[in-house]
């Protein structure tokens, strides 16, 4: 594998993600645009008088033309600038930034223990497959597919927050040790919801990797079970995980929006949610875009992480380059 | 972009079971876990058709007198915050909560069926525009994307339903395309075309009624997807409107005096995963049933 080529795919997959971040910054550019009435009426709200409205026109350069007021937008955007908030005059990235704090160990903490757990329970289900164990992770995992995050997040919340009353129910506590006990129960609403996917995933792979001739060869040389499964199963199987990883990572935005919503955290998702319903653009905006930055960056992640796993792609990319 | 192929979008549960239950269990029996599936989707039909016969009282009465009351006779799942019976508003809201995923997945699979029969058919360009866009609309969040342009452009429940059926189109879509692609050179279509059927002859008579089993399991999925996306919609109260009885808004509403009533939250919570849960259950069982019949013909 030369440097080379690995700077030339790396090169092509930054290019493409700014070309998609390009066309969403268009796309949540129109937004305002779009939204019945006109920006000018999104902004000032259903009873501004014509007056209000000409000066929130002239205020916004909504006169511009088109292109001067996207340029305008982007040029903002890019320095994280996206004007402030209508309903509170915070500016949107300092919204955004109180926002993660919840947000950011939320998903983190929920996408790794998804990440041990689902692949650790799918491969002894796989290895045992048609045993109790695997029979029983496959009726869970069935049960916790059907589930929406939010229903799960309200049983867990009656359960143990308010029948049990171990944990605290609503809004994410200051301090490192009260904000982690109010993490609780919403990391492990996500939790629940991601291992099924990944676990559903793995057993599916990893039984169809232990068919394999190479793995019986593996045997037949007589490595132990451990060491074919670390070196030989969840390596082939790794491209298939990585790859759900990818998406799991993406629903965990959208299911985080429900939960954060369910808890009252306040969290980026729910901020959307609040923005969505006092019809805040700047912020929809700022959210969408940061959503969207997330999502290419992920997607990126996964990518490189085919290189590393699996040599197969790095041979192929080497003599296309 | 990064996506899994078709063979993984499958749910896991319709190709083990088809290989390793299947031979064991003698055939004609029906599976418990399908028959409370049937059961449960029959009886929430039921409640969907005719909600005036089966609700013990009206669900959109209110009493402030008798608000949050716990369980007893009178109200079995109790009252609300209004005083409105839980139980009634439970089964009057077994309309919206099934209609709206029926007309989602039904309009999701008839889009995915034509575009796969089409596009793997024929392949070609129109191929690789459609699964190139199909994959993009498959890597983004469909929840975050639907709320957004619902909310953006005021609400609308068709809206919602437009925005999700073109969000759910890409997994029936892999699933049917592979299918199309693996059948498009097998010798029956091959004979086919060697005694001149016309393209779209082979594709509606020839291919379309070999994708059956497909089908259904894409219609029970894009069911069960819908339910999912459409409950979140009216949990987030951009579903339908304020006061009308659906489960996820009962959900969102009642959810505040959860230690006072819990039951006013947790059973549509209940409803909607048992729904889905029967439909995961009833549709991987009905594939199942159609691919044998298919193998022994």
Known sequence: ?321 | MSVPDARLALPVRGRSAARGRGRRRRRGRLPLSVALSAIFLLAAIACAVAPGLLAPQDPALIDPASALQTASDAHLLGTDALGRDVLSRLVAGARSALVGPLILTTATVLLSTFLALVAGYLGGWFDAVVSRVADTIYALPALIVTIVIVGVFGGGWWLAIGVLVLFNMPTGLRILRAAVIERRDLPYVEAARTIGVGRWSIMTRHLLPNLEPLIVTCFFLGFTYGMVELSALSFLGLGVPPGSPDWGRMLAENRVQVSQNAWAAVAPGIAIVATVLSANILGGWLYEQLERRKRER
């Not at chain 1, 998609?20 to 709200?45: C, K, M, N, T």
């Not at chain 1, 695997?134 to 049983?155: K, Y």
């Open chain 1, 1 to 321: 594998m030369t440097g080379k080529a690995i700077a030339t795919f790396l090169a092509r997959r930054l290019a493409a993600a700014v070309l998609v971040l390009l066309v969403v910054s268009v796309v949540v550019f129109l937004l305002i645009h779009l939204a019945p009435g006109g920006p000018e009426q999104a902004v000032g709200g259903e009873f501004a008088t014509p007056q209000q409205l000409a000066n929130i026109r002239a205020s916004l350069g909504l006169d511009d033309p088109l292109a001067a007021q996207y340029w305008q937008f982007l040029s903002h955007a890019v320095t994280l600038d996206f004007g402030s908030s209508i309903a509170t005059r915070e500016p949107v990235v300092d919204a955004i930034r109180s926002g993660l704090g919840v947000t950011a160990p939320l998903v983190l903490v929920s996408f790794l223990l998804i990440c041990l757990i689902g692949t650790a329970l799918g491969t002894l289900a796989a290895y045992r497959a048609g045993g109790p164990l695997d029979r029983a992770t496959v009726g869970l995992a069935l049960v916790g597919a059907s589930a929406p995050a939010f229903v799960t997040a309200l049983i867990l919340l009656t359960i143990f927050g308010v029948q049990l009353q171990w944990l605290p129910v609503f809004g994410d506590g200051d301090g490192f040790v009260e904000r982690a006990r109010h993490l609780v129960l919403p990391i492990a609403t996500l939790t629940i919801a991601g291992t099924t996917a990944m676990l559903q995933i793995t057993r599916t792979r990893v039984k169809e990797v232990l068919g394999e001739d190479h793995v019986t060869f593996a045997r037949a040389r007589g490595l132990s079970s451990r060491y074919v499964i670390e070196r030989s199963v969840l390596r082939n199987a790794g491209i298939q995980i990585v790859t759900r990883s990818g998406t799991i990572v993406v629903g965990l935005v959208s299911w985080g929006l429900l939960v954060e919503t369910t808890f009252g955290l306040d969290g980026v998702g729910s901020l959307l949610v609040k923005a969505i319903n006092a019809r805040d653009i700047p912020v929809i905006q700022g959210v969408t875009l940061l959503i969207a930055a997330f999502i290419v960056t992920v997607n990126v992640v996964v990518d490189l992480l085919y290189f590393a796993l699996d040599p197969r792609v790095r041979m192929q990319r080497e003599v296309r380059a």
